[in-house]
Every structure is written in C-alpha cells, then in structure tokens.
C-alpha cells in the first residue's frame, strides 16, 4: 500500500466521520499496560511511571503522531498484576499535539498508584482487548505490554495472545529484565525469551528489551516510537511481520 493511497484513505475517513456518526478516525488505538505486581517496588514503578510520562512530554513523540495520515493517535492506560486485577487509569485520549501530549503526561502524573499481588500477563491482555471499537476507529489496534515476570495468574498467556491476535489485535511487549532478585527468586535472565514466546505477536509485532528499570525510560520511547510509526502493509507476510 503506497503512502499516497494511505493519505488518501485517512482523508477519507476523516470527510466521512462527522456525516455518518462513525467512531473518530485515528491512526493507532494504543492501550499501555503496564505491570503493578509486588515485584515491582516503589523504586522501580516510580521509574516506570516516570518512562511513560518523559516519553508524552518528548517532542519526537508529537512529530511522530504529526507525521501519521491522520495526525492524531487514541491512547488508553491501564495497570495490572493478578488476574483480578486491572485498573484503567487513563481512558481513551487523542493524542495529536503537543498540548494533548502534555496534558496526558499530566494526568499519568497525578494518577494515583495502586499494586496487588501475583502477575497476570493473560489477564492484561484480556482487559485490554475489550476497550477497543468504542469511542475511536483505529486503522491499526496495539497492546503494549510491560512487565518484569512471567504469567502466574490466570490463563495461560499464550491463550489470551491467540484470541486477541483473532480480532486482528496486535500485541508488542517490553520486558523489564531485572537485576534484583522478586522475592528471595534469582532474576529471571530469561523473561525476553518468554514473552517472546508467550506475549508478542501480529503484523509488525516486536519486543523490545529494558536490561533494568533504569533503562526504562530509553526502551519506552524507543517502543512507542516505533508503535507510532509503524504502518505494515496488509500483505506482509506473518514470517517477516513477526517481530525482532
């Protein structure tokens, strides 16, 4: 699909929208869902929060969403740990300037934290899958997963992937491989592998790796950077779309 014709679609859409009562147009529906479980300490979610926050108030994020067909993106973002457990703490927003950019890195900021035990990969996805198709209308629909463990709530992780892959969701993840030991446990050197396995998956999915939450903030740019600016074409094939 050539950029031309995508430009012409995005103007399309964008004349039909008010006229037929359609969900607003955007270019990327994006739910950030992001790991509170106890493993992850005060510390280490004051810096994960803190990624999150940089990367809306950074302007190669607001150039990114600019240079999009339709200029603008819808954001939602939603904290999680065991199955049970999951806690909207931004509904949908449209990003598209450097106002809207700033003023949901400010209400990420005032947010107030809450953490719960276990970690429930497949129940973040599953929570995150149902806030799409209401109030926008994405040409592509993306769930960014973040955590520093593997499933140990719920389904099986891969299970939720598959279903959410169905309905033509895409999933890319940030494994925060980290250096401190959760709960007397070693460090699991081998979190990217799994959610590679387990997690990722869609035209254009990725991973991208974190080696400790220090490094968070640089991986979550990079991440949604590439969220944002990714546009893969329908006729890729699964075996070159199938991430890095």
């Known amino acids: 699909m050539s950029v031309r014709f995508?430009?012409?679609?995005?103007?399309?859409?964008?004349?039909?929208?008010?006229?037929?009562?359609?969900?607003?147009?955007?270019?990327?529906?994006?739910v950030l869902a992001v790991d509170v479980s106890r493993s992850v300490d005060e510390v280490e979610a004051h810096l994960q929060r803190q990624g999150y926050i940089q990367a809306f108030r950074n302007p190669r994020i607001v150039r990114a969403i600019a240079n999009g067909p339709l200029g603008r993106i819808a954001v939602a973002y939603v904290e999680w740990a065991a199955v049970d457990f999951q806690r909207l703490v931004i509904d949908w927003t449209v990003v598209k300037d450097a106002a809207s950019a700033g003023a949901f890195a400010d209400r990420l900021a005032a947010a107030p934290r809450e953490s719960w035990s276990w970690t429930s990969v497949s129940g973040a996805i599953d929570y995150s899958a149902r806030l799409f198709g209401k109030a926008h209308e994405g040409t592509r629909m993306v769930i960014d997963v973040s955590g520093d463990g593997r499933n140990n709530s719920g389904r099986p992780a891969a299970e939720a992937r598959d279903d959410a892959l169905a309905r033509g969701i895409v999933i890319n993840g940030l494994a925060i491989m980290n250096d401190r030991p959760n709960f007397s446990r070693p460090p699991d050197r081998a979190l990217d592998e799994w959610y590679r396995e387990n997690v990722v998956g869609g035209f254009g999915s990725f991973l991208v790796v974190a080696e400790d939450f220090e490094a968070f903030a640089e991986a979550i740019l990079n991440k949604l950077l590439k969220e944002i600016a990714s546009r893969p074409d329908p006729d890729t094939s699964p075996a070159a779309a199938a991430g890095d």
């Open 6 to 30: 995508r430009l012409l679609v995005a103007a399309l859409m964008l004349a039909l929208w008010p006229a037929a009562g359609r969900a607003e147009p955007v270019d990327i529906e994006l």
